[in-house]
């Protein structure tokens, strides 16, 4: 079983920006395509973005766009979610996936999430 970990939420004022990261203690992150979801009051969870298992290719929601990027360093096992100009809409629990095969199917691993907050 592979265990991700986020870190790096925390409170921001709105127009502020945080950067998420995910690691895999014990496991090779690089072997995974890396996803990051988020859960806002009053929706489903969705997708904010994916990166392939190499970093060559990665891709964001239309409505975080031009704001938030995601990242990863394989030889640091480690991949990340620049979220830049926060909303308020945007408090939520932000999580990591990782799928073995590629963004667009099915994740295998999830971490347990992190609180963002963002303030007025």
């Known amino acids: 079983q592979v265990e991700l970990v986020e870190s790096g939420g925390g409170v921001v004022q709105a127009g502020g920006s945080l950067r998420l990261t995910c690691a895999a203690p014990?496991?090779?992150?690089?072997?995974?395509?890396i996803q990051w979801l988020r859960q806002t009051s009053g929706k489903e969870s969705e997708e904010v973005a994916c990166?392939?298992?190499?970093?060559?290719?990665?891709r964001v929601a239309d409505s975080v766009k031009g704001r938030f990027s995601i990242s990863r360093d394989n030889n640091r096992r480690l991949a990340w979610l620049q979220m830049n100009n926060l909303n308020i809409g945007e408090t939520g629990i932000y999580s990591c996936?990782?799928?073995?095969?590629?963004?667009?199917?099915?994740?295998?691993?999830w971490g347990k999430g992190i609180q963002v907050t963002v303030s007025s």
């Open positions: 996936a990782g799928g073995n095969i590629a963004c667009g199917y099915d994740m295998n691993y």
């Open positions: 990166i392939s298992i190499s970093g060559a290719r990665s």
């Open positions: 014990g496991a090779t992150l690089s072997h995974y395509a």
